[in-house]
Nanobody, 127 residues
Framework: QVQLVESGGGSVQAGGSLRLSCAAS????????MGWFRQAPGKEREGVAA???????NYADSVKGRFTISKDNAKNTLYLQMNSLKPEDTAMYYC?????????????????????WGQGTQVTVSS
């Protein structure tokens, strides 16, 4: 059974940094496309960043240059390094995985069709 468990969320002041982690189990981790979504209260879920099995990455325009997605195949762990955080980055962040989809879909969709999700970790950025 596929499991995705996020950690690393918290509260930080604007301009600060956080690193989210997503520990994966139950499937051939390295062959999947994986990514991060976020959802703020009253807003739709949006794709943030994604990375595929070849290491290709994609980012939402709102986070380009500030966020970096990476993965450690040996540890079956996905990361999201978030720098220069802004109050508008405040949201619940979710890890997601799917073998069929690509990094473009992850970032530009609302997450529909994606099979596997974590439970989420809260990120709060104060001004």
């Amino acid at each position: 059974q596929v499991q995705l468990v996020e950690s690393g969320g918290g509260s930080v002041q604007a301009g600060g940094s956080l690193r989210l982690s997503c520990a994966a189990s139950g499937y051939t981790y390295s062959s999947y496309c994986m990514g991060w979504f976020r959802q703020a209260p009253g807003k739709e879920r949006e794709g943030v960043a994604a990375i595929d099995s070849d290491g290709n990455t994609n980012y939402a325009d709102s986070v380009k240059g500030r966020f970096t997605i990476s993965k450690d195949n040996a540890k079956n762990t996905l990361y999201l390094q978030m720098n220069s955080l802004k109050p508008e980055d405040t949201a619940m962040y979710y890890c997601a995985a799917d073998r069929r989809l690509n990094v473009g879909w992850f970032v530009h969709s609302r997450g529909q069709l994606i099979n596997y999700w974590g439970q989420g970790t809260q990120v709060t950025v104060s001004s």
